[in-house]
């Protein structure tokens, strides 16, 4: 009877409803400069409500794999798609010492409360110092996204590529199609492992997204600014990441729009890299 459980970690968030509100409740944390860090979703019962915010900015975005993995090729892929763990881990920055709002919108009224975040009295780091990390792990989120919508969009027109090809009889267009898999393979081969197994005792090399996220992670374990070490390895792989987008770009507007009207002339649909 005397036992307890400790509140979830972050800030939490009470509030009172009269009466239950039409539509849904949302709360909004916004930063000093009222850009939006995080949006939650909020109870709507009568009554005191709680939530909690764990003090960190939305996550990066996701790698989903649409097609067969090489280790399966036979293996049927689901419209969620399959992420290729441990390449790809999201970011999820935590908020840096700050005065930030709380935004609650219920019924269509908005209510607004200040929250202050305060520096972990047991952090060695200075607030400046904690800044420039944010900094930098900002940057990181940066490319993490880009590096996501490249493996994304590819995926997108992999998978396309991967049904037509499995119907269609017609030798000029399976050649293209299959030129165009090749390449933007080899491209997406740049930033995620495919192939996720191997021999006893093999490991395969670290992609380009894996790394970046583990920078990332090293430079979020303690409140520090980046080493110089850090800053010159991410200047690296931004020059990486900027190859691969070079690389993806070159082939939608080259090889990919060869394709597409080639389906044209055959009154097929054209291939594309955005959302399915």
């Not at 709360?27 to 005191?48: C, E, H, S, Y």
Request: net charge neutral; charged share 25%; aromatic share 6%.
């Amino acid at each position: 009877m005397a036992a307890g459980n400790d509140p979830p970690y972050g800030a939490g968030i009470n509030y009172y409803l009269k009466t239950a509100p039409a539509g849904n409740v949302t709360i909004t944390i916004l930063d000093q400069k009222g850009q939006v860090v995080r949006t939650l979703p909020g109870t709507n019962a009568v009554g005191i409500n709680r939530i909690h915010w764990n003090l960190r900015y939305e996550r990066s975005k996701d790698i989903r794999l649409r097609t067969s993995p090489q280790y399966a090729p036979d293996m049927r892929v689901g419209p969620e798609g399959w992420r290729p763990a441990p390449d790809g881990g999201r970011l999820s920055i935590l908020a840096p010492p700050g005065n930030y709002t709380v935004k609650l919108t219920a019924g269509g009224r908005p209510f607004t409360q200040p929250l202050t975040v305060i520096k972990d009295p047991y952090s060695e780091g200075t607030e400046a110092e904690i800044q420039a990390q944010v900094t930098t792990l900002f940057e990181l989120k940066r490319d993490m996204d880009r590096a996501a919508d490249i493996v994304n969009g590819i995926e997108v027109a992999r998978s396309q590529i991967e049904g037509l090809t499995s119907v269609v009889q017609d030798q000029d267009v399976r050649k293209a199609a299959d030129d165009l898999d090749q390449q933007l393979l080899a491209v997406e081969q740049n930033l995620v492992d495919l192939r996720l197994t191997g021999p006893p005792g093999h490991t395969w090399e670290s992609r380009l997204a894996r790394k970046l996220s583990y920078l990332a992670s090293q430079l979020a374990s303690a409140d520090f600014k980046p080493t110089d070490q850090q800053l010159e390895v991410q200047k690296l792989l931004e020059e990486r990441l900027a190859s691969c987008q070079s690389q993806f770009d070159a082939l939608r507007a080259r090889d990919l729009l060869a394709l597409n009207e080639l389906l044209r002339q055959r009154n097929r649909p054209p291939i594309t890299t955005g959302p399915q």
